[in-house]
């Protein structure tokens, strides 16, 4: 069984939660707080270079430098439990803590670059960091808390159809670590049953990819975009209102291009998108632009929050703002 810490947890900042939807960051740490979760965020943290990586970029050996640093800031502050928002940052780090632990040269070469720098010395032995006891997605540490949360709920989100979209770097890179299955992933599907809500479970095209594939949505955008097409037509035709997500790069995939797609080919969705944190924290009665953030969001979500009655001011005018963001042309 998984051992899922609730104490000594580097929270690891995301560059895409960060500069897309910010209040994924600040939803996690709404609910942390209110579960009794102790954890750490440290600015000098680095990226994990997940995009730069999958772009071809960085190579191995430089992405695996950096997580060995970022391991490293982990241990000096007694947080050496490190959990991601990012399934990217996710399988990035959990990949480095491989390498750095199985290849000796690679390993060694990593810890000459410290040593011969001026800046942090670090040296990197087999094992400070075990790649399925000390990294962690927070969507496990929701889980493993799911009984505590579900006494924390404050409003009733139960009218609403919800889906679950499960990351591919979550679900399809480390198997044996993957909490809910990945052949059916329900991990998502148990945190929203957790605040009261059942989602449509299984549906057709659920394990099908977000379509971004990082550098995809640029080489290849007609390819790209056609797969997200395919799900959210299949979302579509089960009525879903909402789709759960578990990095921010995909629900940048959806949430981002659904408008665009809608206006090519003449279809309205009307899915709106959020953060498994985003969800649970506006369950659990968080403010939702203050701590949530919808207003960073494309698809809007304030006509979902006017249907279910929750007692939050709605400060956009609908109708103008949802006119402008489905005339951004991607």
Known sequence: MKIIPDKNILLFKSCLVNVEY?????????ILNNIDVEYLVDERQSCCTGLGYYFDLFDQLSTTALAARNFHIGSETGHGNIVTMCATCYAILKKSAKILN???????????????????????????????????????????KRKEISKLVKFDLSGLKVATHHACHYCKVHYNDTIGGVRDPNLLDELVAAVGVETIGWYDHKKLTCGNGFRQRFTNKEASLGITTDKLQALKDNNVEILIHMCPNCQMQFDRYQPYIEEKLGIEFNISHLNIAQFIALALGADPYNVIGIQTHTVLIEPLLTRLELPFEIKKDQKEDLKAKKSIKN
């Open 22 to 30: 910010p209040g994924i960051e600040s939803s996690t740490c709404y």
């Open 102 to 144: 199985q290849d000796e040269e690679a390993r060694d070469k990593i810890n000459k670059i410290s040593n011969d720098s001026n800046l942090e010395k670090m040296e990197y032995t087999p094992g400070d960091m075990d790649p399925t006891k000390n990294i962690f997605h927070v969507a496990e540490i929701f889980f493993n």
